[in-house]
C-alpha cells in the first residue's frame, strides 16, 4: 500500500508563498501525481499533476502562473510551489497517486495522503 505525506502547509499573506510537499513510503518513479483541493463548503477540485517523470504537467486555470509542480523521485516526493497567494487559495491540499496519464481527474486516484491546510489571509 502505498502511502502519501503531505506537508508545508500553513498561514501565509495574500501574496506569499508557501512550497508543498508529498512524500511518499516508496519509489513513486512510476506513478502520476496529483495536487488537489477542498475549500470549506466547496467540492474537492484538481490543482495540479505531473507524470511519472516529471516531463509534463497540468494546471487548473486558477493557478496557471503562479503554482509551479515539480518531483524528485530520488527523494520520493513531489513539491507544489505556490506563489502570489490569495485568499481564494485557502484549502486544505492533497496529493495523490495513480499509474498511468497524469490527469486532473480524482477518480481515476487510488492512493491519497491526509491534507495539509493552507490559508491565505487577506
Known amino acids: 500500500q502505498l502511502q502519501l505525506v503531505e506537508s508545508g502547509g500553513g498561514l501565509v499573506q495574500a501574496g506569499g508563498s508557501l512550497r508543498l510537499s508529498c512524500t511518499a513510503s516508496?519509489?513513486?518513479?512510476?506513478?502520476?501525481i496529483g495536487w488537489f483541493r477542498q475549500a470549506p463548503g466547496k467540492e474537492r477540485e484538481g490543482v495540479s499533476s505531473?507524470?511519472?517523470?516529471?516531463?509534463?504537467?497540468n494546471y487548473a486555470d486558477s493557478v496557471k502562473g503562479r503554482f509551479t509542480i515539480s518531483r524528485d523521485n530520488k527523494k520520493n516526493t513531489v513539491y507544489l510551489q505556490m506563489n502570489s497567494l490569495k485568499p481564494e487559495d485557502t484549502a486544505t491540499y492533497y496529493c495523490?497517486?495513480?499509474?498511468?496519464?497524469?490527469?486532473?481527474?480524482?477518480?481515476?486516484?487510488?492512493?491519497w495522503g491526509q491534507g495539509t491546510q493552507v490559508t491565505v489571509s487577506s
Open positions: 516508496r519509489f513513486t518513479g512510476g506513478y502520476a
Open positions: 495523490a497517486a495513480k499509474f498511468g496519464v497524469a490527469t486532473m481527474i480524482q477518480t481515476s486516484y487510488p492512493y
Open positions: 505531473i507524470n511519472s517523470s516529471g516531463g509534463s504537467t
